[in-house]
């Protein structure tokens, strides 16, 4: 059967004709629009609940350390979240505990300076190709031809926020902030003392800002960009909040809850092209060969994966593995796109079985 996504008050005659012609027409919110192979709530709701059964007392990986405040975040939390693209909700778990977001930013900054810029001049300064190497990797900036690699390593992350205007970098930070907040479809704020923690042991990143500004792709200041970028990584969202930043992306780049568009939709196929590919960082092949889901990951436990013109699951569980990468988070993702079938390099997620 065929099926139609319409915005209401369009053509009531027309609707008629099609039911007359034996067409089903599936009205969706403004501004929202849904896959007609989506899987039903109720389809969702469970595989969310057999997975949350399954995995909540998996105690793989270990929280990240190198940021002190997130060595204190209870390892135990453990929230699953899925937001469909007409705005329906699912979940289980510690949904509304607040965690740093951390390189999970990269990618609404990395749309923001798609908005402004245009994606051509952000991929001439930046890149987009998979490193293979830790997040944090100083041999692959000297390493590799672009220096900066892509926007979800560190390096490249540091140059995406220094392409974003602004007059000085408090305008910057603030504009950053009000984008994601756009996104996630309420006030998002700064986790005080995740900022700190990690603003007071960043050397790296500060050493990685040098190295830019030696290959000269960094294009504002290079310790103003640092700050501003961790700013952006300390910002407090909840699963929910990152489940509806992750809708966003899977509805063309309008909020499926508050219907502002956040993001051009013509931007949207290249960010999810960088998460596919540069995602979970050295743990993106893999996860590419496994899932086959765009997803994003942060050392603060999140991850978010993203299924175009269907949803996105956003989980929260702190403890991660050697890359990087919230271990629940990416078997519970795994599972739940398995039983879905929404793979996208699987014709299942087409609706052909
Ligand atoms: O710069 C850092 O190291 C952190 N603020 C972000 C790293 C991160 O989240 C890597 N993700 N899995």
């Given at each position: 059967m065929k099926t139609?996504?319409?915005k209401h008050?369009?053509?009531?005659?027309?609707?008629?004709?099609?039911?007359?012609?034996g067409t089903r027409v599936v009205f969706t919110q403004t501004g929202t629009q849904r896959s007609p192979v989506a899987p039903s709530r109720d389809q969702v709701q469970s595989v969310i609940n057999q997975a949350y059964e399954k995995f909540k007392s998996d105690t793989g990986g270990k929280n990240a350390d190198y940021i002190p405040a997130l060595a204190q975040v209870d390892s135990k939390l453990y929230g699953v979240v899925a937001i469909t693209t007409d705005g329906q909700m699912v979940s289980d778990g510690d949904i509304?505990?607040?965690f740093s977001i951390q390189s999970i930013s990269k990618v609404f900054s990395l749309a923001l300076a798609m908005e402004e810029l245009g994606p051509d001049q952000v991929f001439a300064k930046v890149g987009s190709e998979p490193t293979g190497r830790p997040f944090n990797s100083v041999e692959a900036v000297a390493d590799m031809p672009t220096h900066t690699g892509n926007p979800?390593?560190?390096a490249g992350a540091i140059a995406t926020v220094s392409l974003i205007q602004a007059p000085s970098a408090d305008a910057k930070w603030q504009k950053i902030l009000d984008f994601y907040s756009k996104a996630a479809g309420e006030k998002l704020t700064l986790l005080q003392d995740v900022y700190k923690s990690e603003a007071e042991t960043n050397t790296g990143n500060r050493a990685l800002a040098a190295l830019l500004l030696k290959?000269?792709?960094?294009y504002a200041d290079p310790l103003e960009s640092v700050d501003v970028y961790t700013k952006q990584c300390s910002v407090g969202v909840t699963a929910k909040q990152l489940a509806v930043m992750g809708a966003t992306l899977?509805?063309?780049?309008v909020n499926p809850i508050t219907h502002e568009r956040v993001i051009?939709?013509?931007?949207?196929?290249?960010i999810l092209a960088a998460m596919t590919m540069e995602g979970l960082y050295d743990g993106s092949g893999g996860w590419a060969w496994h899932?086959?889901?765009?997803a994003k990951s942060g050392v603060g436990g999140g991850i978010v994966a993203v299924v175009p013109g269907k949803g996105a699951i956003a989980v929260f569980a702190p403890p991660l593995d050697e890359a990087g990468n919230s271990v629940k988070a990416q078997k519970t993702i795994a599972y739940v796109a398995d039983q879905l079938g929404i793979n996208l390099f699987s014709p299942r997620s087409v609706g052909l079985k």
């Open positions: 139609i996504n319409m008050n369009a053509a009531l005659a027309l609707v008629a004709l099609l039911m007359c012609a509304d505990s607040p979800f390593v560190n290959y000269e792709r960094i899977a509805n063309d780049g051009k939709k013509e931007n949207v196929p290249e899932v086959g889901l765009p």
